[in-house]
């Protein structure tokens, strides 16, 4: 696969004979167990389990994960269609959630950890029964 700047073919390299590369834009790279993605002039490998949610920010998204965040420029509505269903729940226009992060609705808001996280009246059915 021809490299971006070098980033596929560095990270392909990486990879464990049974992974899945997917190609995607330049700023990202997914694969079963990790997501890396550009923030700024530097390359950040996210594990899946590591992140609590992702929040769109204009054109940008903030990855967060525990006391670290990372922004990149991204689409949330590509992100969304990469990143594994069984692992991640978009609940808002401006939210994706890590199903296994999740520990409480209340009312129209869910909770991951003391974080308060709008769902959406879109979102809110599929949102109590898939994690509830």
């Known amino acids: ?4 700047k070098g980033i596929l073919k560095s990270e392909e390299e990486s990879l ?18 990790l997501i890396t993605i550009k923030s700024g002039y530097d390359l950040h490998k996210l594990k899946y389990e590591d992140i609590l949610y992702i929040e769109s ?7 967060y ?6 922004m990149s420029l991204q689409s949330l509505k590509k992100l969304i269609e990469l990143l594994p269903t069984d692992q991640f729940m978009r609940v808002h226009r401006s939210f994706i959630v890590n ?26 059915d599929a949102v109590k029964e898939e994690l509830f």
């Open 16 to 33: 464990s004979p049974s992974s899945t590369v997917i190609s995607v834009p330049s700023r990202l790279l997914v694969t079963e167990r």
């Open 57 to 63: 920010d204009s054109e940008y998204v903030n990855f």
């Open 65 to 70: 994960l525990g006391d670290k965040k990372f």
């Open 1 to 4: 696969m021809p490299s971006s």
């Open 99 to 124: 199903r296994k992060k999740v520990t409480s609705l209340k009312g129209r808001d869910i909770y991951i950890g003391n974080k308060e996280i709008p769902v959406s009246a879109q979102y809110f």
